[in-house]
């Protein structure tokens, strides 16, 4: 699999826009852009869906295992990987969260069960 060089992974992580853009059921449309908390762990782009495994994007994600991203003035072709609940890298996700997000009255959502269950990773096309 493909990784992110450091600088785009330093300008997505800092600029903070994420927009997730999973394929249609067709496999070519793109869906809508969904803003998205995001966090970089040991050199990886990881997303949750705050609705977990039942909301839209992540089904959409999931299924098609393929999209875009928006985030720092790009445009990236992107792959989607579930990330297993029981994997260790979840504890270090919670602490990007933490990190990134600890102002923020949604935190205790993107670290709980129901997010962590819908935890994606994202690593470029090209």
């Known amino acids: 699999m493909n990784h992110f060089k450091t600088e785009e ?4 992580n800092a600029a903070d ?5 999973p394929f249609r059921a067709d496999g070519k449309t793109y869906g809508t852009p969904t803003w998205i ?3 970089v762990v040991d050199g990886e782009l990881y997303v949750r869906a705050y609705n977990g495994k039942n909301g839209r994007w992540y089904q959409s994600a999931i299924s098609q295992k ?12 992107v ?3 579930a ?11 919670d602490a990007a969260y933490q990190a990134k ?8 959502s993107m670290i709980g069960e129901r997010a962590k269950a819908a935890t994606v990773k994202i690593s470029p096309k090209n």
Do not use: C, R, T
């Not at 992974?9 to 997505?12: A, D, E, Q, T, V």
């Not at 826009?17 to 853009?21: Q, V």
């Not at 997000?101 to 205790?108: D, I």
């Open 9 to 12: 992974l330093n300008k997505i």
């Open 17 to 21: 826009d994420l927009k997730i853009s």
């Open 37 to 39: 908390w995001e966090v």
């Open 66 to 77: 393929a999209g875009q991203i928006h985030a720092a003035g790009m445009v990236k072709d």
């Open 79 to 81: 792959a989607f990987e």
């Open 83 to 93: 990330v297993v609940q029981q994997d260790l890298v979840q504890e270090k996700i």
């Open 101 to 108: 997000y600890g102002g923020s009255p949604y935190l205790g």
